[in-house]
Structure formats: C-alpha cells, structure tokens
C-alpha cells in the first residue's frame, strides 16, 4: 500500500524557517516524481514545488522561489520541503504528492495527510 | 503562466441530477496534462480524472471527462450523497507551473 506521511510542521514566526518531511513507503520511491501542494485556510489548491525521480530536475512556483526548497533522499525513501523567510501568506496545510505514473503525467494519484505550517508572530 | 478558471464558483444541485463543472484555460493545454481532483472537507485531494477523460483507478463511471484545447468539462451523471464536495481542475505543463483552478463547490441543493 502506497503511504506518504507529512511531518514537520508547526507554528513558526515570520522570517523564520521550518522543513517539511515527506516519509513514502509501499512503491519504490526513486522511480517517482515528487511533488509539494499548499492549501492556505479556506482556500484552493497551489503548486508549490515538484523534483523529480533522481532529483536532477527543480521546479518551483514563484511565490515560493528563492525561498523554499525540495529535495529528496531516495536511499530513505524521503521528500524534503526547506522553508526559509517564512512569511504570513506561507500559512497553509503542506501536501505531498506522488505522480500516479513513473513514465508520463497521469495525475497525481497517492498523497499524504498533510501538515500544517502557522506563520504567525 | 496557464491560468485555469473554473465555473461555477458553487453549484447547488440534488441528489440524482447531473452536474456539469467546466475549467477554462488561458491558453491551450495539451489534453494529456489535464486532471480533475475532488476534496472533501480534511481531507487530501482525490484523483478523479487524468488526460482530460482517463478515469483514475477505482472512479466510479458516473465520473467523466472531456475537453480540449482551452475548455475541459467534468460531469458526473447522476450524483450521489457522497459526491458533493470540491472539484479541482489542473494542467500539468512541460514548463511549470502546474496549475490549479480556483475550484468549483458542489453543495446540496
């Protein structure tokens, strides 16, 4: 069974840092891109950042860029989400998520639970 | 950027009837690169639909998909208590980002 259970969020003040952990188990996890969602309370879905399956490629949305980080250790089976300069607008529930496909887009299929980062002084 | 806009904002509909959500993009998205998500209220998103009309594993046939180009339409058939939630369209781009629309609630009417 496919798992991807989020940790590492919490309540941090504005310009401080936090990072996110994505722990995966039940698929081998290095065949597989990678990928961070935020919901902000009450609000829609955003893209935040995805890596793919070796790590070699990085995107990220621009509200994020130069801020946040992701990264991955395929040998821990683990997806890892930096967050630097934290700002208010930053309050959300983290996602991560999992392409359904290792060989082409087809959605994304397995997600974890979420945490919750609070941005807050 | 794409930016995708779905309509409506809330659909008020009962069970039994069929609901048609649309997401419009703002420039052509490849139908390979489109999927549709439900939520439910804390809960993470569910994959319903991916290249545009490809029912995700386990989706229930009263969900479909169809579209192309800059217009993509989820209709579900005939709904179910357990169907109203929130709906989520989003292209997944070669040159990201990968975008979400706003979502579209479907609430009981």
């Known amino acids: 069974e496919v798992q991807l259970v989020e940790s590492g969020g919490g309540l941090v003040k504005p310009g401080g840092s936090l990072r996110l952990s994505c722990a995966a188990s039940g698929f081998p996890f290095s065949n597989y891109n990678m990928n961070w969602v935020r919901q902000a309370p009450g609000k829609g879905l955003e893209w935040v950042s995805s890596i793919s399956s070796g790590g070699s490629y990085i995107y990220d949305a621009d509200s994020v860029k130069g801020r946040f980080s992701i990264s991955r250790d395929n040998a821990k089976n683990s997806l890892f989400l930096q967050m630097n300069s934290l700002r208010a607008e930053d309050t959300a529930v983290y996602y991560c998520?999992?392409?359904?496909?290792?060989?082409?887009?087809?959605?994304?299929?397995?997600w974890g639970q979420g945490t919750l980062v609070t941005v807050s002084s | 950027e794409i930016v995708l806009t779905q309509s409506p904002g809330t659909l008020s509909l009962s069970p039994g009837e069929r609901a048609t959500l649309s997401c419009r993009a703002s420039?052509?998205?490849?139908?390979?690169?489109l999927a549709w998500y439900q939520q439910k209220p804390g809960q993470a998103p569910r994959l319903l639909i991916h290249?545009?009309?490809n029912r995700a594993t386990g989706i229930p046939d009263r969900f479909s998909g169809s579209g192309s180009g800059t217009d993509f339409t989820l209709t579900i058939s005939r709904l179910e208590p357990e169907d109203f939630a929130v709906y989520y369209c989003q292209q997944y781009g070669s040159s990201p980002p990968h975008t979400f629309g706003q979502g579209t609630k479907l609430e009981i009417k």
């Open positions: 290249g545009a009309s």
């Open positions: 420039q052509g998205v490849s139908s390979s690169y």
């Open positions: 998520a999992r392409d359904t496909s290792s060989g082409w887009f087809a959605g994304w299929g397995y």
